[in-house]
Nanobody, 124 residues
C-alpha cells in the first residue's frame, strides 16, 4: 500500500498563486504515475494533470495548461502542483492520486491510491 498526504491548501485571492504538495510513503516504488484531481461542490471529480514517476513525462487537462505545473522531487518522494493566476472557479478540494497500473492515467478509476484531499478556496 502506498500512502499519500496532501498539504498546502488554503485561501488565496483571485490572481494569486498556491503550491500543493503530495508526499508518498509505503510502496512508493510500485507507482507508475501520479496525478492531481479536483472536485468542486456538486461536481464530478476532474482530472488536472499527471506525471510519470520514473520517466517524468507530464500531461495536463486542456483547461489547466499554462496556469498549473506538476513536478516532483524523487529524493523527497513528493509531487507538487504549482497553481498560478488562480480564479474563483478553481475553488475545489484537490486530491493527489497514484497509479500502480497505468503509465498515462486520466480517469479516477485509473488510480488506485488517493490522498485525503486539501481545500483550495479562491476569493474574488
Amino acid at each position: 500500500q502506498a500512502q499519500l498526504v496532501e498539504s498546502g491548501g488554503g485561501l488565496v485571492q483571485a490572481g494569486g498563486s498556491m503550491r500543493l504538495s503530495c508526499t508518498t510513503s509505503g510502496r512508493a516504488f510500485s507507482i507508475y504515475a501520479m496525478g492531481w484531481f479536483r472536485q468542486a461542490p456538486g461536481k464530478e471529480r476532474e482530472f488536472v494533470a499527471h506525471m510519470g514517476w520514473s520517466g517524468g513525462h507530464t500531461y495536463y487537462a486542456e483547461s489547466m495548461k499554462g496556469r498549473f505545473t506538476i513536478s516532483r522531487d524523487n529524493a523527497e518522494n513528493t509531487m507538487y502542483l504549482q497553481m498560478n493566476s488562480l480564479r474563483p472557479e478553481d475553488t475545489a478540494v484537490y486530491y493527489c492520486a497514484a497509479s500502480s497500473t497505468y503509465y498515462n492515467p486520466t480517469r479516477p478509476g485509473d488510480f488506485n491510491y488517493w490522498g485525503q484531499g486539501t481545500q483550495v478556496t479562491v476569493s474574488a
